[in-house]
């Protein structure tokens, strides 16, 4: 089966700028994530939906970051404005309803000039 | 606040020694753990997860030990090869959720 994909996988923007990043999730996968990876540091919890609800954004800072999932498959990520501490690697992962296991992608590398 | 830990220095091992991660975990007791390896430039990859109920867990060359008295995990491969050279990392269950640790670099020598 394919695997998770995310698009592009690295961007460069200045500071202020705006930025969106994709992910396709696996076929069937329910739940969909969204984390931030700062060099040197595991993935943090940006937000987490369910088919096209969002089950927890409790660590997204919303005054900058939106994300969506419509129709519960594909999901974009966005930054607007971007900020110097943005610069990170963005994940997508996804995961089936019954399993514990998370699938990701390669990854979207954000750097902020 | 929960909280999981891991080795932030680099592990260096000699090929075809074993090689153990430590993982230890604070303020919760998760249901269970999951190891997963992460390359450069790559999301990490799932290799295992043990249960609260599971005392160890056995892939190929991989193990995995759940000790909830110390809170902590052991992960080891055996018989190491530079192909095993990558960041490891645990993450355990939290309100459904993974919460993550940051990882061990482990660098196998030839």
């Known amino acids: 089966e394919a695997g998770v994909a995310q698009s592009p996988r690295y961007k460069i923007i200045e500071k202020r700028q705006s930025v969106a990043f994709w992910c396709n999730p696996i076929s069937g996968h329910a739940t969909l994530y969204w984390y931030q990876q700062i060099l040197g540091q595991g993935p943090k919890l940006l937000i987490q939906f369910q088919n096209n609800g969002v089950v927890d954004d409790s660590q997204l800072p919303k005054d900058r970051f939106s994300a969506e999932r419509l129709k519960g498959v594909d999901s974009t990520l966005k930054i607007q404005p971007a900020k110097l501490e943005d610069s990170a690697v963005y994940l997508c992962?996804?995961?089936?309803?019954?399993?514990?296991?998370?699938?990701f992608g390669p990854g979207t590398r954000l750097l902020v000039l | 606040s929960q909280k999981i830990e891991q080795n932030s220095e680099a592990l260096n091992i000699q090929e075809g020694k074993t090689a153990t991660l430590t993982c230890n975990y604070t303020n919760y007791s998760p249901a269970y753990l999951q190891w997963y390896r992460q390359d450069p430039g790559r999301g990490p990859v799932f290799l295992l997860l043990?249960?609260?109920n599971e005392k160890e867990k056995r892939k190929e060359r991989l193990k995995v030990t759940f000790d909830t008295t110390l809170k902590q995990s052991l992960f080891h491969i055996t018989a190491s090869q530079p192909a095993d050279s990558a960041t490891y990392l645990c993450?355990?269950?939290?309100?459904?959720?993974?919460?993550w640790g940051a990882g061990t670099k482990l660098i196998i020598k030839p």
């Open positions: 993450a355990s269950d939290s309100n459904y959720q993974l919460i």
């Open positions: 043990i249960r609260e």
């Open positions: 992962a996804t995961q089936t309803g019954r399993q514990e296991t998370q699938y």
